[in-house]
């Protein structure tokens, strides 16, 4: 059912949005009758999941095949001590229901595969890539490239935080930037390298902004651009891509139907 | 042309603002809105949010018992 109007706690809940030029009323009203993806209810999936739930995004579709481990809790905040050992699925549906019950949540007890994951992103409007994993994140584009959903790609590692904003058919795609996924082993992951926690919150916040701005249309996306923040510096850098032709996945020779990568995981 | 009167005495910002934007959204061009608002942080904000908005604020009259009455045109 479609939104047109407001009950009077929801004016209340969403002022702040409703008086906010260029978001407004139309903005709010679009919100609710949205419908976002989040890959991964991890580092980044955790404050992505809470602002878009507090944002009145409509509906929330949350995938993670996992359980709350011990070792989550350093950043992934939408979990807590006494959730250990149940799915991070049914945990985050529970933080953010208690946190707006007026939204529709819902949980894929799953790890997405080439099988799977059309089936579910055709439902949504806007995926955020919250993948500890670049098997994962490469199926991601790939879907999405597919499927012509726009999507948040975003990872952590250390201090560094990197994220851009994808729109097939119109802006660069993850694998017209990185091609394909780096050798087994050649890249440090979370699990060998560390992460401060918080830069989790940081880069999990900018895309639940992209998912915001890509749904109200407000401001510019982060599209054909990487941004990579160094928050042990706190510089921010912006580096420019363009859509390649030629592309693996979205160029004129591109996928015509999805392949799984080799998994390796990281607790990310 | 139409007018219609609002009571949001005891609504605090910005809440009464949003509401205030949400009856303006459903009036025409041209049409007035009579609003009844608290004095303080009311009556300091939300003339001034509506003027932003594009929308005339015609006159405002302190009423007695210490609100105020503003006369907001679309």
Redesign the interface.
Known sequence: MIKTD?TDSE??R???H??L?DV??EGQLKLLNSKVLIVGAGGLGSPAALYLAAAGVGTIGVADGDVVDLSNLQRQIIHSTKDIGILKTKSAKQKMQELNPDIKIITYDTYLNASNILDIVKDYDFVIDGADNFATKFLINDACVLANKAFSHGGILRFIAQTMTIVPNVSACYACVFDSPPPVDSVPTCSSAGVLGSIAGVLGSIQATEAIKYITGVGNLLTDKLLIADLASMDFDKIKFKKNPQCRVCGENGIKHLSGYEQRTCEA | MSKIIKDFRGIKC??N???T??VL?SLEDGDILELFIDDGSAIKNLPG?VE??GHKILSREEQGDGSWCITIEK
Do not use: H, M
């Open positions: 407001f004016v209340e969403y002022a702040r409703i008086i030029k407004g009323i | 910005p809440i603002f949003a509401k934007k949400l959204a949010s932003k908005e």
